[in-house]
């Protein structure tokens, strides 16, 4: 069975940082696209960032370029999103997302990920 857990997240101070982490489990994710999305209490969820399989290639969404980074340890089968400065409309849900095998490439389209991790809650206080 395919599992992504998140783990990191929890309340913070505007301009804080924090680090997501991804850990999957129950088959190997070194040759899918990986990303990072979140939703907001009432809005959509919405791209944040993603990572080819290689972790060679990486995008983001124009509101966290320069502050969010992706990145990846396929050796360990975990994917991080280290993000710092953060700003109170960063606060949401966030999930990380896995493509099918052989998948590598990144993409910021929700459906065209396979597996979701439950979400782990980010709070950015003003």
């Known amino acids: 069975q395919v599992q992504l857990v998140e783990s990191g997240g929890g309340l913070v101070q505007a301009g804080d940082s924090l680090r997501l982490s991804c850990v999957a489990s129950?088959?190997?994710?070194?040759?899918?696209?990986m990303g990072w999305f979140r939703q907001a209490p009432g809005k959509e969820r919405e791209f944040v960032a993603t990572i080819s399989g290689s972790g060679g290639r990486t995008y983001y969404a124009d509101s966290v370029k320069g502050r969010f980074t992706i990145s990846r340890e396929n050796a360990k089968s975990t994917m991080y999103l280290q993000m710092n400065s953060l700003k109170p409309e960063d606060t949401a849900v966030y999930y990380c997302?896995?493509?099918?095998?052989?998948?590598?490439?990144?993409?910021?389209?929700?459906?065209?990920?396979?597996?979701w991790g439950q979400g782990t809650q980010v709070t950015v206080a003003s």
């Open positions: 997302a896995g493509r099918r095998a052989l998948s590598y490439n990144t993409s910021p389209i929700p459906h065209e990920y396979d597996y």
């Open positions: 129950g088959r190997t994710f070194s040759s899918s696209g």
